[in-house]
């Protein structure tokens, strides 16, 4: 469950103070379809990871560390087998695993981020030298890291809050000329691109251009925590620094985490529902351009663009009303699908943003 601002939409509307974490659910009668969860195989209430959890919990307790370093050991080879790393660090959370992977860099390194990067690495990176680039306009990101001698450059799979496979190839391109050290940011693509969800490290074939590679397993994986992996000597360089600061997982989380991997691996050549994820996206974002709406999304991550802030704070309240939750970022909304909703759920969902749309004037009437 999370906390929901409900005091932005009504107070005389029947909502839910709070939100459960499935991608639908029944409210005072009425079914919600959200959203906003970033969950598109649904494994964050899988009952096999739950089984999983219950039962390490029962036989080692919660902050059990007998068994801790075998399993941590286990995780870390399968790691190394799906990701072809060198060696691997595993983090509670993703800003501990920041700024303990940007500590090793010296005060003279410049990083340069995309625009639509990741939120926290623009926070944990704010007070660094720190260069903005736009993945469409190449030749000035050229310029931008030929003026730099000491230069880190983090390259996206998926920009979250546009929905779209980043333009991989071209950046690495662009990197390597520049002899950049390259980190491959793979928070909104491990368990989501290439083959099992290996990333797009993988679905590019960029192992021996990827200086770093970065990523989550709470996603996308239904697990926990945050990973680095890198070259053993980078590795080494990490973990100098922060001696006697990491915070192992707890061992329930690292058998979710393995067992998320499991999952993934498995539903990709046996499960259809992982394909109709896929193809009810492109469906999805089909129909939205052909109502004229604006999208440049080719994920499950489903961004729709409206001509600024306050139209589309509008349109997320009008939807909120019909029981369709999303997610706004100024002019953006935003769709993440589950393999949860159905072909009928989305013609409902399409349904509202053709009605809601005419209705405030943002597309034609059909």
Known sequence: MKPYQVHLFSDDSKIP?????EPCFVYENKKYLNFLIYDCFHLKNNEHLKNIAIAEIESSGIIAAGERSKVMEELRKKMLEIKKLDALLIFPDETAALLALFSIFGEKATFFIDYETSPNIAAVLQYRNLEYYDHKDLDQLDKLLSAKSEKVIIVDGVYGWL?????VNELIKVAAVNEC???GNEINSFGLLGREG?????????????????????????????????????????????????????????????????????GEGKNSKIRTLWKHSRYLITRLK????????????????FSNNEEAGEFTKKLFFEQIIVAQNKERIRLNLS?????????????MFELIGQEMGIIGSS
């Open 181 to 183: 050290m390259i980190i």
């Open 163 to 167: 929905g779209k496979v980043a333009p």
């Open 17 to 21: 103070d709070f939100l459960p974490s």
């Open 198 to 266: 290996r990333g797009f490290i993988d679905l590019f074939n960029l192992y021996d251009a990827i200086n770093i590679d970065v990523g989550s397993y709470s996603r996308f994986l239904g697990g926990f925590g945050f990973y680095i992996g890198a070259k053993r000597y980078l590795i080494n360089k990490i973990r100098e620094n922060i001696n006697e600061i990491l915070q192992p997982l707890p061992q329930f989380m690292l058998s979710v985490n393995i067992a998320g991997l499991e999952l993934i691996k498995e």
């Open 290 to 305: 052909q109502l004229g709406f604006t999208t440049d999304s080719d994920t499950p991550m489903v961004v729709v663009t």
């Open 339 to 351: 393999i949860e909703h159905s072909k009928e759920d989305i013609d409902h969902c399409l349904e």
